[in-house]
């Protein structure tokens, strides 16, 4: 069973910064190469992907996010926990932030495990 818990959500002014955490569980026993991924849901838009980070490395930002330097995605292997840096934060950064793994064999998508989301409010 794959279980992937976030945390490190909250409330902040304008300007200010947030690390959310992802931290999975079970994903050595899928037999998957993995692209571990953050989504977020603002309130009454769809789901859209942020930043993903492959289990080789390879890191890829949604390329319509605004300044998207100020997210950075990484990863603690060791831990299995994946981390989305986030600092200037806006009003419109606001919503709740999803962590997903997506499961690749032979370089074919499998399935997708998500988290149960936490939410990120920027007031200002």
């Known amino acids: 069973q794959v279980d992937l818990v976030e945390s490190g959500g909250g409330s902040v002014e304008a300007g200010g910064s947030l690390q959310l955490s992802c931290a999975a569980s079970?994903?050595?026993?899928?037999?998957?190469?993995?692209?571990m991924l953050w989504y977020r849901e603002a309130p009454g838009k769809m789901r859209s992907l942020v930043a993903g980070?492959?289990?080789?490395?390879?890191?890829?930002?949604d390329t319509t996010l605004k300044d998207p330097g100020r997210f950075t995605i990484s990863q603690d292997a060791a831990k299995g926990t994946t981390y989305l840096q986030m600092n200037d934060l806006e009003p419109q950064d606001t919503a709740v932030y999803y962590c997903?793994?997506?499961?690749?064999?032979?370089?074919?998508?499998?399935?997708?495990?998500w988290g149960q989301g936490t939410q990120v409010s920027v007031s200002g």
């Open positions: 997903a793994a997506d499961c690749y064999r032979w370089g074919d998508y499998r399935q997708t495990w």
């Open positions: 980070i492959y289990n080789d490395g390879r890191i890829r930002y």
């Open positions: 079970g994903l050595e026993t899928t037999n998957c190469e993995i692209e």
